[in-house]
């Protein structure tokens, strides 16, 4: 079994910044590919960021220069900086820890709000 818990999500004004956590725990480990997606009321699904267990990162375009994705292995921890923030940000952001299994494992999400 694999637990994903995220958490740092809340309210910002546009421009500013957040950082995401997603703590990993039970039957995983370091080669696990660990991913951020969002979803906004309304809309799909879409991935954000993604980071390979051999530390391979691609990005979203609408994303790429503003976040940043990070793992510590020993924390067993995946990271999302988020920087000059802006309203079409606003959305549930989940984290996904996949291997083997074509779906993977999913945390419950966690709400950013972005708003003057």
Do not use: H
């Not at 530390?55 to 988020?82: C, E, H, P, W």
């Not at 079409?88 to 989940?94: F, G, K, L, N, P």
């Amino acid at each position: 079994q694999v637990q994903l818990v995220e958490s740092g999500g809340g309210l910002v004004q546009p421009g500013g910044s957040l950082r995401l956590s997603c703590a990993a725990s039970g039957s995983i480990d370091s080669r696990y590919a660990m991913i951020w997606y969002r979803q906004a009321p309304g809309k799909q699904r879409e991935l954000v960021a993604s980071i390979t267990g051999g530390g391979i990162i691609n990005y979203a375009d609408s994303v790429k220069g503003r976040f940043t994705i990070s793992r510590d292995n020993t924390k067993m921890t995946v990271y999302l900086q988020m920087n000059s923030l802006k309203p079409e940000d606003t959305a549930v952001y989940y984290c996904n820890a996949r291997y083997i299994r074509p779906s993977g494992y999913w945390g419950q999400g966690t709400q950013v709000t972005v708003s003057s």
